[in-house]
């Protein structure tokens, strides 16, 4: 069984749970990118700025307050985060001080940075979203790029690391019908994962109708018949019935996690990137470590629909340090 989304890793950390010392860190270093996808989440809020990015002394400087107050992981994203001029300098600093890193790229720069350094991350993921000319400029916002062929060189060679290397495709309704030909070609390509997530809309409810809804499982349904021992199928489909109802009295995730983006703004989680109800600070203003430290706990009823909901259910139970009846089970 794969277990990479499982909501039950925090097991893994229950002293950082109930102590609320952040693991994760969301890090977007630039928000340059080369797409100009009409659903991308960044462009809804107004503290998105684009083509921003904080200098590369100062991004040095970030990683190692990361190190500093003990996150253990990074997710490196953008934008685009290859074009981010010290990309190179900025990922291997990372690695030396022994983060465990995650890559997301649209994969268009693959040939302009170190590979080396991309073979020493834990993953990367490639986000594809397209299996023709006309589907990439709908969903992309460009003139088409031949993306896979400029990907498919350097997978075996990223792999060979040791690194778990995906492709991912967000499903809208100009590519419901590309589903199954994306995961016949990562599986080609040897991806060792394929990845599907779903479009939502400010809010975070689903942006699809019904007959897309029948369509998304059906695609589903067929891709996943593809996945091997050696190549795994993500549907996530679990994230096209998420509900507002909240099962848990605090978020807990963003005791663990944050997102610092590229106009040095700390976010309480992924999901309030760039938006004001989850801004905690500036890193112009304060150190990460008073950010995080000063900052009171969201009310999640406050917050939009949120996949972190699972995580966060387990997460209430396993703080407990006197729950009653274990031995019951």
């Known amino acids: 069984m794969k277990n990479e989304y499982s909501p039950y890793k925090a097991i893994h950390h ?16 630039t928000s340059m990118c080369n797409y100009d996808c009409p659903v991308c989440i960044n462009k809804l809020y107004e503290e998105f700025t ?9 991004t040095i400087d970030l990683a190692r307050q990361l190190k500093d107050i003990g996150v253990k992981a990074i997710s490196m994203s953008g934008g685009e985060p290859m074009l981010y001029e ?34 020493r991350c834990k993953w990367v993921r490639f986000s594809i979203n397209s299996m023709s000319d006309e589907s990439f400029s709908a969903v992309h916002g460009t003139l088409p790029i031949d993306v896979r062929s400029r990907i498919e060189p350097y997978i075996k060679g990223i792999r060979s690391g040791g690194c778990i290397v995906g492709s991912s495709f967000l499903v809208q309704p100009e590519n419901i019908h590309e589903m199954v030909d994306f995961v016949h070609w990562s599986k080609s390509a040897g991806f060792d994962t394929a990845r599907f ?13 019904d007959e897309d809804l029948g369509a998304i ?12 021992d050696e190549f795994t199928v993500f549907g996530l489909s679990d994230r096209l019935q998420l509900s507002l109802k909240k099962n848990f009295s605090r978020c807990r995730m ?4 944050f997102c610092l983006t590229a106009e040095g703004n700390v976010y309480r989680c992924c999901s309030l990137q760039h938006n004001a109800l989850g801004n905690i600070g500036n890193i112009r203003e304060n150190t990460l470590s008073h950010i995080l430290t000063t900052k009171d706990n969201i009310d999640p009823r406050l917050c939009p629909v949120c996949w972190h909901s699972k995580k966060n259910e387990f997460m209430e139970y396993i703080s407990d340090e006197e729950p009653r009846h274990v031995n019951f089970i």
């Open 86 to 119: 010290g990309f190179d300098n900025l990922l291997a600093e990372c690695l030396m001080l022994g983060f465990d890193m995650g890559i997301i790229s649209n994969g268009s720069m693959i040939d302009t940075v170190d590979i080396n350094n991309l073979r």
């Open 254 to 257: 963003e005791d663990i996690s």
């Open 217 to 228: 499982q059906e695609n589903l349904a067929m891709a996943s018949e593809l996945a091997t």
């Open 50 to 58: 684009p083509a921003c990015e904080l200098p590369l002394h100062i």
């Open 197 to 209: 997530s779903y479009v939502r809309e400010a809010v975070g409810i689903m942006d699809y109708n």
């Open 14 to 29: 229950i002293d950082s749970i109930r102590r609320r010392k952040p693991v994760l860190c969301y890090w977007l270093i």
